[in-house]
């Protein structure tokens, strides 16, 4: 990635600008109430009104910005730092090591460093695995055809442990997601359950970023702005920045400032469309930097592929009419996935493409 190939170059329009925002930054959540506290067990951890208070502080996060941040989340300390630890170490290998387990469009997860956004590549290397194993999805993005494959994870020999550590946390942060949906869930006045259902075999996945030092941070991006197309996005972050949410108030581009051991969260698309656009799925992007490499490590919370992503019935009616058809996850994710191999002269897949 010495060379700045042109294909990193991002349209005038979406390029960084390098004195960023610091103004409001999105909001803090504690969920010291949320551990070891159920809405069943008499609020034995917390009290009914701080609980009532978390919910709906994460409502007003949900519906003013999309995303925020959460600290005493429960998630073991020593289990994501192993996780940070291994994916420098992955990523420090050479080349030859890395392509052991490239990722293509028949073995879609693993290692890749060509991914697009929007038609432009990223300045960006990564390594995905799913949580569960096999993870079941459609054969085919076509419609009409019902066969099922079986995406299977690529590990590496080096480093040692890498399996491992993906293993341990993806169930650290399966369980985290299951009490973020219940919250969002009671904050739009619903069961805390009332997501599970969705979520039986779902097609969640790991992903370790490494965004190399780039010479343009002017000019290219780490991730071009993009929304996830997923129900929900648990992110931590290392300390050196380049996340950028765009803030709903006025369009601004706003950094997210690394807080030590917190989670960055944010709704997807699915989340946009359960709710009928009470929450909304936010634009967001990630800055490279001239100097210092940045990892992350964002955990993707998805439904069953045989889900029929629509919006609830408890949260439309006459005078709210429901504003997307369904689609089905599976497909939609599939046909999503084949996209980042090729630079593709029509627009990726999109939610608004359901809109009615």
């Not at 629509?310 to 949260?315: G, H, I, M, S």
Request: charged share 25%; proline share 6%.
């Amino acid at each position: 990635m010495g060379e700045v190939d042109p294909a990193f170059i991002q349209d005038i329009e979406h390029r960084p600008k390098l004195a960023t925002t610091h103004a409001e930054g999105i909001p803090l959540i504690d969920l010291a109430a949320l551990v070891g506290y159920s809405p069943s067990n008499g609020g034995v951890a917390a009290s009914l009104a701080t609980y009532e208070g978390l919910v709906a502080e994460v409502g007003e996060a949900c519906k003013k910005w999309g995303f925020f941040a959460v600290v005493n989340h429960g998630v073991a300390a020593g289990k994501r730092e192993r996780i940070e630890r291994k994916a420098r170490e992955f990523f420090g290998q050479g080349m030859e090591e890395k392509k052991k387990v490239r990722r293509d469009e028949r073995r879609v997860v693993g290692y890749y460093d060509m991914e697009h956004t929007k038609n432009v590549r990223d300045w960006k290397e990564v390594f995905d695995c799913t949580v569960r194993e096999p993870t079941l999805v459609p054969a085919s993005p076509e419609d009409g055809e019902e066969a099922i494959t079986e995406w299977i994870n690529q590990w590496p020999e080096y480093p040692p442990g890498l399996r491992e550590a993906c293993e341990e946390y993806a169930q650290e942060l399966e369980k985290l997601a299951y009490k973020l949906m219940g919250l969002i869930a009671q904050s739009l006045g619903l069961p805390a359950n009332r997501f599970d259902e969705f979520f039986k075999d779902h097609t969640s996945f790991v992903r370790l970023n490494h965004y190399p030092p780039c010479p343009t941070p002017h000019l290219t991006l780490g991730a071009g702005h993009h929304k996830d197309s997923g129900a929900l996005t648990i992110l931590a972050q290392d300390d050196v920045g380049g996340l950028e949410v765009k803030r709903k108030s006025d369009g601004e581009w706003v950094l997210v400032k690394p807080i030590p051991d917190a989670f960055i969260i944010n709704v997807g698309d699915i989340i946009q469309v359960w709710s009928n656009e009470t929450y909304e799925s936010i634009e967001h992007r990630v800055m490279v930097n001239s100097k210092k490499q940045r990892f992350s490590v964002p955990f993707f919370f998805n439904p069953s592929h045989y889900t029929m992503v629509q919006p609830l019935k408890e949260l439309t009616n006459e005078h709210n009419p429901p504003k997307y058809r369904p689609y089905n996850w599976g497909k939609y994710l599939v046909a999503r996935k084949g996209s980042h191999f090729k630079k593709l002269n029509v627009e990726i897949l999109q939610i608004y493409h359901f809109r009615i």
